[in-house]
């Protein structure tokens, strides 16, 4: 699996769109890019993932840039209950045994 | 559905003394994991278990057993706790290849004296 790096804490005002990147610059063409997050001490919940075309769903969108090199999750309209440990993970999608490889993640702060 | 449960969810070790932790899911999911995470810590990965009778070895599996008799079930055993073992602990399941959500239980708090 290729390695992630993203940034070990940011902030954001309520309301506002919460802008979290990732960079996975070894990324292999047949990997996916997840997204889940970790509130206060709660099992991780999964948010979204994608390959190489944006994503939406309820939750968040997934912005994968044209080489695949980074990508950001973004929260439209942030909410304090936002405020968790977000990682950026990246394996082969439903590689049978393949395990998720959870690092340190951002931690965000959802700011009143 | 009750999705994945842990018991307990919390619990006090003395050194040497063994203990099992319980998960359980009722999504009928062949895939199972367990996960310990220790504080400003990612997740790690302990053993794993692809379908009932079918276990593996993940990043840490020293001082851990684990068995899958069915697919419900994913016991994880520590068999002499040691400090070092005090930490969360997270089971997990998910479906074989037909959807990538993996499904987190609430965890289970050990401390081991």
């Known amino acids: 699996d290729a390695k992630t790096t993203q940034p070990p804490s940011m902030d954001c005002a309520e309301g506002r769109a919460a802008n979290l990147p990732c960079n996975h610059s070894?990324?292999?063409?047949?990997?996916?890019v997840y997204w889940y997050r970790q509130i206060h001490s709660q099992g991780p919940q999964y948010i979204i993932h994608g390959l190489k075309n944006n994503e939406t769903n309820e939750m968040a969108s997934l912005i994968i840039t044209e080489d695949r090199k980074s990508s950001t999750l973004i929260l439209p309209h942030a909410t304090l209950r936002d405020t968790a440990v977000y990682y950026c993970i990246v394996r082969v999608r439903d590689n049978y045994g393949q395990n998720f490889v959870f690092g340190p993640g951002t931690r965000l702060s959802v700011l009143p | 559905n009750a999705g994945v449960t842990q018991t307990p969810k919390f619990q006090v070790l003395k050194t040497g003394q063994s203990m099992t932790l319980q998960c359980a899911q009722d999504?009928?999911?062949?895939?199972m994991s367990w996960y310990r995470q220790d504080p400003g810590m990612g997740l790690r990965l302990i053993h794993y278990?692809?379908?009932?009778?079918?276990?593996d070895q993940g990043e840490v599996p020293n001082g851990y057993n684990v068995s899958r008799s069915t697919t419900e079930d994913f016991p994880l055993r520590l068999l002499s706790a040691a400090p070092s073992q005090t930490s969360v602990y997270f089971c997990?399941?998910?479906?074989?290849?037909?959807?990538?959500?993996?499904?987190f239980g609430p965890g289970t708090r050990l401390t081991v004296l």
């Open positions: 999504m009928n999911h062949e895939y």
């Open positions: 070894t990324i292999s063409g047949n990997e996916y």
């Open positions: 997990a399941s998910r479906r074989r290849g037909y959807t990538d959500t993996q499904y």
């Open positions: 278990s692809v379908g009932a009778g079918i276990t």
